[in-house]
């Protein structure tokens, strides 16, 4: 303890004689109670570490949502794109590939469309009322079957690649702004007052 004065005597003495600013710094941090500057110090962490967590905590939350939604956003593009193939091959699997081509088209045009659902599900598993069969029909009639599982397996790969192929807009339009279809076997009244864009295999398209 006295070894201890004595050395702060001797330091005081110096700063007393000098007019250096570096000996005088010595001398405040020497004649200090560093007990209290620690204490202080160690205060003086607690607002900075809560700022450093908030702020990791914050980041951290923002990254997992963005991370989220982008997993939805892949999913429902996973299945608006099988949505899309199954149209595909319950409607034209036995038609040649422009032919499945012009089926997505009108499909994808439909989702364009202020007329109709604003995505691919909903648009191919529609249904309005038809007034002659009194009852609502499925805008597509394969939506109606009991079984519409793939059984073709080389015929589900190909429309499954007519899908993505039309859906990311990689294919040029067949049958631009075509929104209905029918089979060339049959004359449907509808079709009297819509204006005829392309024969297509065994379809016929219009808008």
């Given amino acids: 303890m006295l070894r ?13 004689g000098a007019n250096g600013w570096v000996v005088r710094l010595q001398f405040w941090w020497f004649s200090r109670e560093r007990e209290h500057l620690i204490f202080a110090s160690t205060l003086g962490l607690i607002p900075v570490s809560l700022v450093i967590a908030i702020w990791y905590s914050v980041n951290n939350q923002h990254a997992f949502i963005e991370e989220r939604q982008e997993s939805v956003k892949i999913q429902g593009y996973s299945r608006e794109l099988r949505c899309l193939a199954r149209n595909v091959y319950h409607e034209a699997r036995g038609e040649p590939k422009a032919g499945q081509i012009a089926v997505a088209e009108v499909t994808m045009n439909r989702v364009a469309s202020k007329h109709y659902p604003g995505t691919v599900c909903d648009v191919v598993y529609e249904k309005r009322w038809d007034r002659i069969r009194k009852r609502y029909v499925g805008a597509f009639s394969w939506t109606e079957l009991e079984s519409t599982s793939a059984v073709d397996r080389k015929a589900w790969e190909r429309a499954q690649e007519v899908a993505e192929r039309v859906y990311y807009k990689k294919e040029a339009p067949k049958v631009d702004g075509a929104l209905f279809y029918h089979a060339r076997r049959i004359r449907p009244r509808w079709a009297r007052s819509k204006v005829r864009v392309a024969r297509i295999g065994r379809h016929i398209f219009y808008r």
């Fill in 4 to 16: 201890a004065v004595l050395y702060k005597v001797r330091l005081v003495r110096y700063a007393i």
